[in-house]
């Protein structure tokens, strides 16, 4: 059964830094690119970051690039999103998503960051 499971959420002040997590189960973690996403209130779903296979390769949204950080443990079956200088903007439900060429797309139920005073 294929699982991918956030942790990390929680309330913040602006400023404040979070980890989110995603663990996987039920497939071969390490052959799919990994990336969160995002929605906040009353908006569309957003790409936030995008992580290769094998982590050798990056990418970030322009705006969380400087303060969000992608990464990924294969041997953990686990990415992981480091958010720093969060602002209130950043308040949304994340989810974290894995994608292979030619397979089925996974995602997991999302984690709610709300970042306020």
């Known amino acids: 059964q294929v699982q991918l499971v956030e942790t990390g959420g929680g309330l913040v002040q602006p400023g404040g830094s979070l980890r989110l997590s995603c663990e996987a189960s039920?497939?071969?973690?390490?052959?799919?690119?990994m990336r969160w996403h995002r929605r906040a209130p009353g908006k569309e779903r957003e790409w936030v970051a995008v992580?290769?296979?094998?982590?050798?390769?990056?990418r970030h949204a322009d705006s969380v690039k400087g303060r969000f950080t992608i990464s990924r443990d294969n041997a953990k079956n686990t990415v992981y999103l480091q958010m720093n200088s969060l602002k209130p903007e950043d308040t949304a439900v994340y989810y974290c998503?894995?994608?292979?060429?030619?397979?089925?797309?996974?995602w997991g139920q999302g984690s709610q960051v709300t970042v306020s005073s």
């Open positions: 039920g497939f071969t973690f390490s052959t799919y690119t």
């Open positions: 992580i290769s296979s094998a982590g050798g390769s990056t």
């Open positions: 998503n894995a994608d292979r060429p030619g397979y089925l797309a996974y």
